[in-house]
């Protein structure tokens, strides 16, 4: 049982760790902005964006997943196939929680 919680933990933060270049280099630009120009108003602002950005990039890691389990190679795969492909990752349900549970649990098995 720990076995299998700890793979679900370590593929839940693959899965996170997919966009941090993009995640790093915003949160930096925000607490620069925050820091020059001050105030709570920016400081909730960057609190929406990352929240955004963050739901973003977890779909965009999910999506990358469904191409790749869909025949797409990793070496070919680009910004815009991860676009497109979320519409139809979304389609089946990919994106919902219990499939990507079920998802996860099969790789784990």
Known sequence: MFE??????????????????????????????????????????AAIIFVALDTLTKWAAITKRWLLDHGHEEDTLRFGDMVCGFFHAWAPGYLSSSELRRHWQQQNK
């Open 4 to 45: 299998r919680a700890w793979r679900m933990l370590r593929n839940g933060g693959e899965s996170l760790l997919e966009f941090w270049p993009i995640k790093v280099a915003l949160s930096g630009i925000s607490a620069a902005w925050a820091y020059l120009f001050g105030g709570s108003e920016e400081i909730i602002a």
